[in-house]
């Protein structure tokens, strides 16, 4: 059975915040213990409480004053670079929270984006109640889309040219042959779609440079901060 998430925030009850103390500050004073030891580092901690009348140090007073005097023989700028309080802290937490939720919204829109065009591609056109920002992300989304066929095409053609002591057999070749060997018909229809894969791609390039069917042509391609075409923030 898991144990109960805690709520940081400070216990009200008199006898249950005592005990949590107690109870919270053995622990501490053992992981400075096991941290020191383990890692062979020099380190102290100083515990103040309403519930001592003295405070209680580890791992011992003059333990603590060598650590200490090591510290400030340090330059200021040094003893201060890593130096956090809780207000630094939490800052920190919640810029890494941020940073994390622009990821994610980043990946939704991208992912809700491509669900989109996928949709479009097998009606065969752009619907009209479509708004202007996602008509702006669907034409950056395919923009990047095609940035990645040319790149895997260079790749490509790069690879075939440093293959050129091997004589690569023409389309009708291959056909043949294969079909001698009664696998023909695979063949041909692999060549088919990418025949047909590539005619969507030009029909949907020009369905988006003509405003989706409409008179007026959207500007695919340029920026318009005004208009909202891209940059967009979700995607930079």
């Not at 059975?1 to 249950?16: E, G, H, P, Q």
């Not at 929270?97 to 991208?110: G, M, P, S, T, Y």
Request: charged share 25%; proline share 4%.
């Amino acid at each position: 059975m898991t144990r109960k998430k805690v709520k940081l925030a400070f216990i009200v009850n008199d006898s249950a915040r005592k005990a949590t103390f107690k109870k919270r500050k053995k622990g501490l004073m053992k992981k400075v213990s096991e941290l020191s030891t383990l890692c062979g580092i020099d380190a102290c901690a100083i515990v103040y409480s309403p519930y001592d009348p003295q405070p209680e140090v580890w791992p011992s007073p003059m333990g603590v004053q060598r650590v200490l005097a090591k510290f400030r023989r340090m330059p200021e700028l040094e003893q201060s670079k890593k130096m956090v309080n809780q207000e630094s802290f939490l800052r920190q937490r919640i810029l890494k929270a941020k940073d994390q939720l622009k990821k994610q919204r980043k990946d939704n829109r991208e992912k809700e984006m491509t669900q989109l065009m996928f949709q479009y591609l097998s009606a065969g056109k752009i619907m009209h109640n479509i708004s202007m920002v996602d008509l702006n992300d669907l034409a950056w989304l395919i923009d990047q889309n095609l940035k990645d066929i040319n790149r895997r095409i260079e790749v490509l053609t790069k690879n075939s040219q440093s293959q050129t002591q091997v004589v690569a057999p023409t389309v009708t070749d291959v056909v043949a042959k294969t079909e001698d060997k009664g696998q023909g018909s695979h063949n041909v229809q692999g060549f088919d779609i990418n025949m047909d894969l590539m005619q969507k791609q030009n029909w949907f390039m020009n369905l988006m440079n003509s405003g989706g069917g409409g008179n007026d042509a959207m500007p695919f391609g340029d920026v318009n901060h005004q208009n909202g075409f891209w940059p967009n923030p979700f995607f930079h």
